[in-house]
C-alpha cells in the first residue's frame, strides 16, 4: 500500500500551527509555567518549528517544481517568508511585525504551489487523454 502524502497540505498545517503557536499560544496559555511548561519562549521548540516548516517547505515545494509545474514563484515566496520568520528570532521584540507576513508568505507559496500543480496535473490528463 503506497501512502500518498500531499505536502503542500502538510506545509499548510504547519505555517498554521507555528503561527498559532507564535500568536495565539502565549495568550491563551499564559499558565503552563505554573506547572513547568515553557514552550511559549523556548528556543528550542522556536527552532524545532522554524526547522519543521523548512523543511517541509523545501520538499514540497521542490517536488511541485520538479514533477510538475517548474515554476520558481513559490519558492521565492517561501525563502522570503523563511527568512522573516527567521528575523522573528532575531528581533523577538518586534515578532509580529516579521511574524504575519512571514506566516503568509509561506502559506502562500504552498497554496501557490498546490494550484500549480493541480492544473500541470490537469494539463498533463488531457495531453494523455487525447494521445
Not at 14 to 36: K, Q
Not at 45 to 68: C, D, P, R
Not at 75 to 101: C, D, M, N, R, Y
Amino acid at each position: 500500500m503506497k501512502l500518498n502524502i500531499n505536502w503542500d497540505a502538510l506545509g499548510i498545517a504547519t505555517s498554521v500551527v507555528c503561527a498559532i503557536h507564535c500568536a495565539v499560544l502565549p495568550l491563551i496559555i499564559s499558565s503552563l509555567p505554573l506547572f513547568g511548561i515553557n514552550i511559549v519562549d523556548n528556543l528550542a521548540f522556536e527552532l524545532f518549528m522554524i526547522l519543521l516548516t523548512a523543511l517541509i517547505g523545501v520538499w514540497s515545494l521542490y517536488h511541485g517544481w520538479k514533477n510538475q509545474h517548474h515554476n520558481i514563484v513559490p519558492f521565492t515566496l517561501f525563502l522570503i517568508g523563511l527568512v522573516l520568520l527567521s528575523a522573528k528570532q532575531v528581533w523577538h521584540e518586534k515578532q509580529v511585525i516579521f511574524l504575519v507576513p512571514a506566516v503568509l508568505l509561506i502559506v502562500g507559496a504552498h497554496f501557490i504551489n498546490f494550484r500549480l500543480s493541480r492544473v500541470a496535473d490537469h494539463v498533463h490528463d488531457k495531453n494523455c487523454d487525447h494521445q
